[in-house]
């Protein structure tokens, strides 16, 4: 969805450039973030996804137990064994190691199974976003519709521009009082465990959500 709003800002950006007539036409933006944050179906995606991730974490954390108790036998027992047992030993510490860090890898890395879980579950919840916009997009015949929260940056906004509520009020979720303004960061995503201490496995893993100060209330005005 991102996507497709940075390509219709970039759309906007070249109307102005060359001085199109197209640029009368009505634009607005949204709070995707603060949309995501207010539907009851992502909130459960980000619990399900959290639990998954911590049971994946504790998986690793057996298999670097076991590694661990491995290498520690290993060197008790080290001035014992011939040159072929060392070997062989060394060679299962090894392989046990190499076996932790592509089922990490497997996991938390880029398009894992943490990545393509959240997909599957937070894409059905983005649909339903994206098809609100999209209704009050039609209905208030806007041209263009921004993600405030997207990776076009919005130096300044005018609350007039701002269709926000109106997505709310589609998805149902509008209530007597003006909503307030989600707090700014990734919601899209769930934190990743953090890899202990010492573990050198070169993961891919993606960085988790930071909690920032709060953005400001939305104007108490409203638009027709």
């Known amino acids: 969805m991102k996507k497709l709003l940075s390509t219709l800002a970039t759309t906007l950006v070249l109307l102005v450039a060359t001085g199109s007539s197209s640029f009368a036409q009505k634009f607005g933006y949204v709070d995707s973030e603060f949309l995501m944050s207010k539907m009851p179906a992502y909130a459960q995606a980000q619990t399900e996804l959290n639990t998954l991730s911590s049971n994946w974490q504790k998986e690793i954390e057996a298999q670097k137990k076991d590694l661990d108790k491995l290498y520690r ?45 959240r997909q599957e579950l937070t894409k059905p919840v983005q649909d339903q976003v994206f098809e609100a916009i999209e209704k009050v997009a039609k209905k208030k015949q806007l041209a263009i519709v921004f993600d405030k929260s997207g990776d076009l940056t919005m130096l300044y906004t005018n609350p007039v521009h701002d269709y926000t509520e109106f997505v709310m009020e589609e998805l149902g979720l509008a209530t007597e009082d003006r909503n307030q303004t989600a707090q700014k960061g990734s919601v899209k995503t769930v934190a990743t465990p953090k890899t202990p201490a010492g573990d050198e496995a070169d993961v891919d893993t993606e960085k988790g959500a930071t909690t920032p100060a709060p953005r400001t209330t939305r104007p108490a005005s409203r638009k027709n």
């Open 73 to 117: 036998t290993y060197q008790a027992e080290e001035v014992l064994l011939t040159e072929p047992m060392k070997k062989k030993r060394q060679d299962e510490i090894l392989k046990k190691e190499q076996d932790i860090k592509t089922y990490q890898n497997k996991i938390f890395g880029y398009e894992g199974q943490l990545f393509k879980k």
